[in-house]
């Protein structure tokens, strides 16, 4: 088993609507917990960034991290054609150490 | 103004040749990584430096070998390039040593023929 499982998708949305994204991961030792967004030919930007367990929200982002279940989630809502981008979950175990990220969810959103 | 600079951005050589990734970041970070992104977007760690020593090494093959001149810099050199090594190589940046909220550049193809 992977130590972070992300489906590739693609997954394409209409304008306006809820997305919502997912990872799940192996290693309960993990306690720090990102989501990255990379729109094509460019480095991916940090989106969110979760110290352990809850929910945090950023304007239409929300990043939900349940370590009970070993899951955490980007949810956008109203989403817009500019949120069409490879989304990619990564997680450490301690401050210092590498991240691990996942594969990357390919989202897009028409007009 | 480019927070975290690499060149060149393109890169098309012949199987066997040497070559360098540059990289230089703006923003004051006193760490530094070499990730690795296959063609399947998978992102992986290559290397880390913090403060121009390196931290973290992963399994890559000795043809692959960071140099940092100062915190602000560091370069990649790869020997006798492979058809395997073809791939998007990013460079990135963190505020102290960690590596959570990570600041990459724009990336380079390295496409090895």
């Known amino acids: 088993q992977k130590e972070v499982e992300q489906d590739p998708g693609p997954l394409s949305v209409p304008e306006g609507a809820i997305v919502s994204l997912n990872c799940t991961y192996s290693?309960?030792?993990?306690?720090?917990f990102m989501w990255y967004r990379q729109y094509s030919r460019k480095g991916p930007e940090l989106l969110m960034y979760t110290y352990s367990s809850g929910n945090k929200e950023d304007g239409r982002f929300t990043a939900q991290v349940d370590k009970s279940s070993k899951y955490i989630s980007l949810f956008i809502r109203d989403s817009q054609p500019s949120d069409s981008a490879t989304y990619l979950c990564?997680?450490?175990?301690?401050?210092?150490?590498?991240?691990?990220f996942g594969k990357g969810t390919t989202l897009s959103v028409s007009s | 103004d480019t927070a975290v600079s690499q060149t060149p951005k393109y890169l098309v050589t012949q199987m066997g040749n040497d070559k360098s990734i540059k990289c230089e970041q703006n923003?004051?970070?006193?760490?530094m990584y070499w990730y690795k992104q296959d063609s399947k977007k998978f992102l992986k760690i290559m290397f880390s430096y913090n403060n121009k020593e390196l931290i973290i090494n992963e399994t890559v093959p000795n043809r692959f070998s960071p140099k940092s001149p100062d915190k602000a810099h560091l370069n990649l050199h790869i020997n006798s390039l492979e058809l395997g090594d073809s791939a998007v190589y990013f460079c990135?940046?963190?505020?102290?040593?960690?590596?959570?909220?990570?600041?990459f550049g724009s990336g380079t193809q390295l496409s090895v023929l």
């Open positions: 290693n309960s030792a993990f306690q720090y």
């Open positions: 990135a940046s963190s505020p102290g040593a960690g590596g959570e909220k990570l600041f």
């Open positions: 923003l004051g970070h006193d760490t």
């Open positions: 990564a997680m450490s175990y301690l401050a210092g150490t590498a991240l691990i």
